[in-house]
């Protein structure tokens, strides 16, 4: 944890640390020194619409860095857009977004409370609803909100801009969802609020709505969206490539040991409590050849996991990844699936997808041609290949190096 000791210009680097927009950096040091002065706790605000159950780690980016203003004894609220979810928020869509019901908003609401506790100390994190003040105001109230902010300054944004020059609709309720979550930091005094920098125009809007109010404007700090574990699109359910602060604790530590070395860096300095310095101090010394790169990433992977689990199971998540991966054993704990088919021989690839071991018939497909298929140990390039439903015992199958059941077919 890093002291609440330590001087300003310490503190100042570690809470922009990773950060690409400090929007200004003068006001977050005058507010951090306001605070060594009299006490007052900075106000700290990231707003999560609960758009899915699951947070994935690169969630977690945002609200680590939650847990450093907490780490300097500052007063963090994780809110939960429970009124502007009904909205749906359209940054960075070519469309309107599908608005979720009050059900689904309060069944994804009640799993982020579990999952936040793994960074975020519980007894002093405040999880609100934005309902609370949202839902409050009146039809006058929102008219007179909505006065606040033009439709040209609307335009500016990149994503409306586009649609709008490519004649694409934009519903009228899209733009309420900047100016109430600009009205969340009024509601809530925010000193800071944090976001991705796809979030960087929604932030902005707080910091004008809060000097409409005669409030004094938040400070804006945005920070990179992670790559998932391709290195290249961000990290995503959908797309396949993410890790999920559930996820256990020996497929946490294996994904992350897939990364690259270089994208390793990158994870360091999003998902770790190290400094700058300490984090460059690793890199020059595998530069230099004193560190081997997997030994930095072991030490990564294990660091991810005790924050998300506890330290003995990041060691013993390591233990098992060596057993495993460096003498080339197999797992003790294989999975057993039981698939019913329709057919008595089928595909690979569909066997693949319906036993959840790749996310897709495509992305099947292609780990079948680039090799990361084996089949009871031999690998498998043949995109057509099949399995027979109702061989004897079970079969072996093998998805990269993290994936491995023990598949048995039977005829529907």
């Not at 409590?273 to 230099?288: F, K």
């Amino acid at each position: 944890m890093q002291p609440t000791t330590s001087s300003l210009d310490e503190q100042l680097a570690y809470l922009t640390k990773g950060c690409v927009d400090v929007v200004p950096t003068d006001e977050l040091r005058a507010k951090l020194e306001r605070f060594a002065t009299t006490g007052r706790q900075l106000v700290v605000k990231v707003g999560f619409d609960p758009s899915a159950p699951d947070l994935h780690l690169g969630h977690t980016v945002v609200i680590r860095k939650m847990r450093h203003f907490q780490q300097l004894g500052h007063r963090v609220v994780f809110l939960i857009g429970d009124f502007t979810g009904l909205i749906g928020d359209p940054t960075g869509k070519k469309s309107t977004r599908p608005q979720l019901t009050e059900d689904e908003i309060e069944a994804n609401a009640a799993t982020y409370r579990r999952q936040i506790e793994r960074l975020l100390d519980p007894d002093t994190t405040v999880v609100d609803f934005n309902s609370r003040w949202l839902g409050a105001l009146s039809s006058a109230d929102w008219i007179r909100l909505a006065a606040k902010v033009t439709v040209a300054q609307m335009l500016e944004r990149e994503d409306f801009r586009k649609r709008y020059e490519a004649q694409q609709p934009i519903s009228l309720h899209e733009f309420l969802y900047p100016l109430a979550q600009a009205y969340d930091s009024v509601a809530l005094e925010a000193d800071v609020e944090l976001g991705g920098t796809d979030q960087l125009f929604n932030l902005l809007v707080g910091r004008h709505l809060m000097r409409e109010h005669g409030l004094e404007p938040q400070v804006v700090m945005t920070l990179p969206l992670l790559e998932g574990l391709d290195g290249i699109e961000k990290m995503s359910k959908s797309l396949g490539n993410y890790i999920a602060v559930e996820d256990p604790p020996t497929e946490m530590f294996g994904k992350l040991m897939s990364i690259s070395d270089e994208l390793m860096w990158k994870y360091w300095l999003l998902l770790s409590d190290l400094t700058a310095a300490e984090i460059d101090d690793r890199r020059a010394r595998v530069g230099s050849g004193e560190l081997h790169p997997m030994e930095v990433k072991k030490e990564l992977a294990r660091t991810v996991v005790a924050d998300f689990h506890s330290a003995g199971q990041a060691t013993a998540a390591q233990e098992e990844f060596e057993r495993v991966f460096s003498a080339r054993q197999l797992p003790e704990d294989i999975a057993e699936i039981a698939l019913a088919v329709d057919a008595d021989e089928v595909l690979l690839a569909k066997i693949l997808a319906q036993a959840g071991l790749a996310p897709s018939n495509s992305e099947a497909r292609r780990l079948l041609a680039q090799g990361g298929v084996r089949v009871d140990g031999e690998v498998v390039r043949d995109v057509n290949a099949s399995l027979a439903a109702g061989r004897p015992g079970s079969t072996l199958i093998q998805v990269g190096k993290r994936r491995i059941a023990r598949l048995s077919l039977r005829r529907s």
